[in-house]
């Protein structure tokens, strides 16, 4: 390699590190300052965050919660009543009545609980069907059962205590 190709890759070499390589920074094409030395058009300073050019500040994220935690709990909590139109997440326990009202094909849904087992009965005047799910070990989730478009999802909360989705097309 002749000298001269030498002296040009380090001066490249050279201008490129000094530049940046790539950044916004560049040489103007004006006329040199008095001094001999070439200006550099640089980007506009941004303003500190903190002064009152700097417009609104941006609202901070927040961390997100834990999502096991925020399943523990059903968001309608013991509020039967918050399904009367067949969307909701509440908790229940054997025995239990869930009241519809009938917009989807049924009037009713009956809870019976067993052990790990939950059985619901979607009653519509003087009809019924029956499913029977397991939810086995604690945050256990069932399947999706779904009877005239309503679907019924049940879990197991960390308490053991079950609590069903119950949501609609």
């Given at each position: 390699?002749?000298?001269?190709?030498?002296?040009?890759?380090?001066?490249?070499?050279?201008?490129?590190?000094?530049?940046?390589?790539?950044?916004?920074?560049?040489?103007?094409?004006?006329?040199?300052?008095?001094?001999?030395?070439?200006?550099?058009?640089?980007?506009?300073?941004?303003?500190?965050?903190?002064?009152?050019?700097?417009?609104?500040?941006?609202?901070?994220?927040?961390?997100?919660?834990?999502?096991?935690?925020?399943a523990a709990e059903a968001k309608d909590g013991t509020d039967l009543g918050a399904c009367l139109d067949a969307?909701?997440?509440?908790?229940?326990?054997?025995?239990?009545?869930?009241?519809?009202?009938?917009?989807?094909?049924?009037?009713?849904?009956?809870?019976?609980?067993?052990?790990?087992?939950?059985?619901?009965?979607?009653?519509?005047?003087?009809?019924?069907?029956?499913?029977?799910?397991?939810?086995?070990?604690?945050?256990?989730?069932?399947?999706?059962?779904?009877?005239?478009?309503?679907?019924?999802?049940?879990?197991?909360?960390?308490?053991?205590?079950?609590?069903?989705?119950?949501?609609?097309d």
């Amino acid at each position: 390699m002749s000298a001269r190709v030498l002296v040009l890759l380090t001066t490249t070499a050279a201008a490129l590190a000094l530049t940046g390589c790539g950044s916004d920074t560049h040489l103007a094409s004006a006329a040199p300052t008095p001094g001999g030395h070439p200006v550099v058009d640089a980007p506009a300073a941004q303003p500190d965050p903190d002064s009152p050019e700097a417009g609104p500040a941006k609202p901070k994220t927040k961390p997100k919660g834990n999502p096991k935690a925020a399943a523990a709990e059903a968001k309608d909590g013991t509020d039967l009543g918050a399904c009367l139109d067949a969307t909701c997440e509440v908790e229940v326990s054997d025995g239990q009545e869930i009241p519809l009202d009938g917009r989807h094909g049924a009037d009713s849904i009956a809870v019976k609980v067993r052990g790990d087992q939950v059985t619901f009965t979607m009653r519509n005047k003087g009809s019924k069907a029956t499913t029977t799910q397991w939810l086995i070990g604690s945050n256990a989730v069932g399947g999706t059962s779904v009877f005239n478009g309503i679907r019924l999802t049940p879990r197991k909360g960390p308490d053991g205590k079950v609590i069903v989705d119950i949501s609609h097309d």
